[in-house]
């Protein structure tokens, strides 16, 4: 199965500054069909999941550019380029190339 | 709109069985898998399953830790995907969600499951 390992778990972050949040996969995330099947979540407290980034590096509807993902293979990268207070809540990357399909552990951004 | 609703959660004590419905709307049904994903308190997202639609033969995947105990279907008429757990475990319990898709933009609000006697 592919493991997926977030770093770092918690991020304490000041407002309007950057933030990145690194996800490593145990095995390439390179479909057959060439695409890369890796979504990052945001979790706010109390709420349900909801996803950012689709297909590594995609904007979902609604989603603030101050959100970009990026990365190839294994290696993956959610960056906030000027973290907001909405932004505070659990980050999740997650593969949907091989199943069993896997979230990461989880980054917990706060505010400093 | 596209929303789904979970239903159907609630205490249930170990060994028994729950089922859980995903309503959907706004949204040609038969055009998506649905997927259920499940979260333990305090802990992080887990998949459980999902069930394509029928234009890839409505199959079903299911994780290691529910396979055998768990069923997903769906009604295409009704617009609803079904989680169907057996022989509960206090292991299972978590709230769980359902998703268009594998995981996709539109989730539930989720419905808390818990096993406990």
């Known amino acids: 199965d592919i493991v997926l390992t977030q770093s770092p778990l918690s991020l304490p972050v000041t407002l309007g500054q950057p933030a990145s949040i690194s996800c490593r996969s145990s095995q390439s995330l390179v479909y057959s069909d060439g695409n890369t099947y890796l979504s990052w979540f945001q979790q706010r407290p109390g709420q349900s999941p909801r996803r950012l980034i689709y297909k590594v590096s995609n904007w979902d509807s609604g989603v603030p550019d101050r959100f970009s993902g990026s990365g190839s293979g294994t290696d993956f990268t959610l960056k906030i380029s000027r973290v907001e207070a909405e932004d505070v809540g659990v980050y999740y990357c997650?593969?949907?190339?091989?199943?069993?399909?896997?979230f990461g552990q989880g980054t917990k951004l706060e505010i400093k | 709109e596209v929303q789904l609703v979970e239903s159907g959660g609630g205490l249930v004590q170990p060994g028994r069985s729950l089922r859980l419905a995903c309503t959907a709307s706004?949204?040609?049904?038969?055009?998506?898998?649905m997927s259920w994903v499940r979260q333990a308190p305090g802990k992080g997202l887990e998949w459980v399953g999902f069930?394509?639609?029928?234009?890839?033969?409505?199959?079903?995947e299911y994780a290691a830790s529910v396979k055998g105990r768990f069923t997903i279907s769906r009604d295409e008429s009704k617009s609803i995907a079904y989680l169907q757990m057996n022989s509960l475990k206090t292991e299972d319990t978590a709230v769980y969600y359902c998703?268009?898709?594998?995981?996709?933009?539109?989730w539930g609000q989720g419905t808390l499951v818990t096993v406990s006697s």
């Open positions: 069930i394509r639609n029928k234009a890839y033969g409505g199959t079903t």
């Open positions: 706004g949204f040609t049904f038969g055009d998506y898998a």
């Open positions: 998703s268009r898709g594998y995981g996709g933009s539109y």
């Open positions: 997650m593969q949907g190339t091989r199943w069993p399909y896997a």
